[in-house]
C-alpha cells in the first residue's frame, strides 16, 4: 500500500514543490523518495544466486537502502545495528536507556540542522556519563569513566518530525586497576536511581542545551530579544519539516490546520508521569529513565536495541479510506483519545520527506569507553566467538536449518558454507529468517555467482522467466484543482 500511495502521488508530489527557480525540495529527499519505488524490483537489478547441488537459480533483487521510511530497508538495517550492539558493543553490564524530548522549538531546530543535533547530542552525552562519574566520585570512586551509545530517533508515533534521543547508557562505570595498570578495568554498578536524581539530570540538560542554543543565536536570549534567528537555506523543506513537527497540515488549501484524528476526546487525563516512574518533564524537556537491562540480559539487551533502531513505518497500520486519504492507526492511543490520524495523499508525502535524514548525518554514535578510540574499548567490549557466523564478529545463535533432504551437504560442507557466508546473507537470515544460501528444494549450498545490473542482460533473463521487465510506471503529475467561482 506504501509503494502503491507514492506510485500513484510522487509525481504530482514533485511537481508541486518545484518552482520556476528549480526543484525546491533538498536532492537528496528527492532521490530517497524516488529510490523508494526501485526497491525490490527485479528489473532494476538483481544478484543471482546457484544451487551447486540441484542446478537451480534464485534472483535476489537489490534493496534501495533507504535511511528515512523504507520499512524493509531500515528494517533491515534495525536488525543489523541491534546484532552489532549486541554481539560487539555493549558488555555483559546493565544497561539503561536514558530518553531526552525536547520542545517543539528544539526539536525543530535539530531537525533540520545536522550540525545543532550533534551539539546537542553531545552536550546529553556529557552530562549524563559527567553525573554518573560524580556519583562514583561520592562513593570513592576517583577518575571512572563510564560510556553510552546513542541514536537520534527522528519520528514519532504519528509518522510526525519529532526528533529524540535514546542513549543505552552502561549503567556504572569502570575505573582502572590500583595494582596493575595493564590489568582490565573494574566495572563499578550505579546505585539505584531515583526520581529526584532524573530531575537533577535534566534541570541540567535543559539548562546546558538552552544557553548553548543562546549562544548560537537560535533561540531568544530573553523576552526583550528581538533578534530573528537565521534564514534556512532549503525554505519549503523547512516548511515541511515544521509542520510535521506541530503534526499540521503541510500542502494544500487546508496547509496550516490540524492534521485529522480519529478518537479524539476519548482519553483519560491521568498526569503524564507518575511517582516511581523515573520521569521528569521540566519546560517540554523531557526525560525518562525507567527502562534497565539486567547484566547478561542478552536478549533483553537485543529486545531494546531493535526498539531504538525501528522503522518509522509499520505497513500494518497504514490503510486507504474510500476517498483516497492514508490512514495511520497509531500504537497507543494519545491521552486525548486519539487512536489514528488521516492524510491527504500529498501531505502523506510530505510527512515521509520530513523523516529522511540529511546525507552523512550519524544518527547512531559512540561515546565514552565505547567510542571507537577509547583507550579502554578492547577491554570491556563482548569478545567475538571463535567460530564465525554472527554479523561483524558476534554470533547471535541463531543457525542456518539443517537441511533434511538425501542431497544434504556433508557437516564439512556446512562449515564450509558458514565460514564464506557473506554480510549480505548474514543480513537476509538475520532480518528475515531467510537464508538465501541454502536451496529451498535440496537442501544443498547455495553460491552468489553475479550482480547483475545490465539492462539488456536483466531483461532477456527476466524474458526467459516470464517474469515482468519494467517497474510499475508513475502515475502523471496532476494540476492542482480549479477553485469554483461563484457567479
Not at 524490483?41 to 534472483?59: K, M, P, Q, S, Y
Not at 539548562?207 to 523576552?223: A, C, F, Q, S, T
Not at 537441511?403 to 554480510?423: H, I
Request: hydrophobic fraction near 40%; aromatic fraction near 6%; charged fraction near 25%.
Amino acid at each position: 500500500m506504501l509503494y502503491e500511495v507514492l506510485r500513484e502521488h510522487l509525481a504530482t508530489f514533485l511537481a508541486r514543490t518545484t518552482s520556476d527557480c528549480g526543484p525546491a525540495l533538498p536532492a537528496f529527499v528527492r532521490r530517497e523518495l524516488r529510490r523508494y519505488l526501485d526497491c525490490g524490483i527485479l528489473a532494476h537489478g538483481f544478484a543471482r544466486v546457484h544451487c551447486t547441488n540441484c542446478g537451480r537459480d534464485e534472483l535476489v533483487a537489490f534493496s534501495c537502502k533507504g535511511r528515512g521510511f523504507c520499512p524493509s530497508c531500515c528494517g533491515r538495517r534495525m536488525i543489523d545495528a541491534a546484532a552489532h550492539l549486541c554481539d560487539a558493543v555493549l558488555p555483559d553490564v546493565p544497561i539503561r536507556q536514558w530518553v531526552l524530548s525536547l520542545p517543539f522549538r528544539v526539536r525543530y531546530l535539530l531537525a533540520y540542522d545536522a550540525k545543532l543535533c550533534s551539539a546537542v547530542r553531545r552536550i546529553l552525552v556529557r552530562v549524563i556519563l559527567g553525573w554518573l562519574a560524580e556519583r562514583a566520585a561520592a562513593r570513592g570512586i576517583e577518575g571512572s569513566r563510564s560510556g553510552a551509545v546513542v541514536l537520534a530517533q527522528r519520528f514519532g508515533g504519528a509518522l510526525n518530525l519529532n526528533l529524540h534521543f535514546h542513549v543505552l547508557v552502561i549503567d556504572g562505570t569502570y575505573s582502572a586497576s590500583a595494582t596493575n595498570p595493564l590489568a582490565p578495568p573494574t566495572f563499578h554498578e550505579a546505585a539505584p536511581l531515583t526520581d529526584q536524581e532524573v530531575a537533577e539530570v535534566v534541570v541540567r540538560l535543559r539548562r546546558r542545551i538552552v544557553n548553548y542554543l543562546r549562544r548560537r543565536g537560535r533561540i531568544p536570549r530573553d523576552e526583550h530579544d528581538d533578534s530573528a534567528p537565521p534564514e534556512p537555506d532549503e525554505p519549503l523543506f523547512a516548511e515541511l519539516c515544521a509542520a510535521s513537527v506541530q503534526g499540521r497540515v503541510a500542502l494544500g488549501p487546508n496547509s496550516g490546520a490540524a492534521v485529522e484524528r480519529f478518537g479524539r476526546g476519548n482519553g483519560d487525563q491521568r498526569p503524564r508521569s507518575m511517582p516511581g516512574e523515573l520521569c521528569c518533564d521540566v519546560d517540554g524537556f523531557s526525560l525518562h529513565a525507567k527502562v534497565r537491562i539486567a547484566a547478561h540480559d542478552r536478549d533483553g539487551l537485543e529486545r531494546l536495541c531493535r526498539y531504538v533502531n525501528r522503522p518509522p513505518i509499520k505497513l500494518e497500520r497504514l490503510s486507504l479510506a474510500r476517498d483516497g486519504k492514508v490512514i495511520y492507526a497509531l500504537r497507543r492511543r494519545w491521552r486525548d483519545g486519539t487512536s489514528a490520524i488521516q492524510f491527504e495523499p500529498l501531505d502523506f508525502l510530505a510527512r515521509l520527506a520530513a523523516l529522511v535524514p540529511r546525507p552523512r548525518a550519524h544518527l547512531l554514535t559512540y561515546h565514552g569507553v565505547l567510542a571507537p578510540a577509547a583507550t579502554w574499548r578492547e577491554l570491556i567490549v563482548p569478545r567475538p566467538p571463535s567460530s564465525a557466523g554472527g554479523t561483524r564478529g558476534g554470533s547471535h545463535g541463531e543457525q542456518p536449518h539443517e537441511p533434511s533432504s538425501e542431497f544434504a551437504p556433508s557437516p564439512n560442507a556446512r562449515q564450509a558454507k558458514r565460514r564464506t557466508r557473506s554480510t549480505w546473507a548474514e543480513l537476509m537470515l538475520r532480518a528475515f529468517s531467510i537464508d538465501v544460501l541454502t536451496c529451498p528444494h535440496c537442501g544443498g549450498l547455495r553460491e552468489l555467482i553475479a550482480f547483475l545490473t545490465d539492462g539488456l542482460v536483466v531483461r532477456k533473463i527476466l524474458e526467459h522467466l516470464g517474469l515482468p521487465t519494467e517497474p510499475p510506471r508513475l502515475a502523471p503529475a496532476r494540476a492542482p484543482p480549479e477553485f469554483e467561482f461563484a457567479e
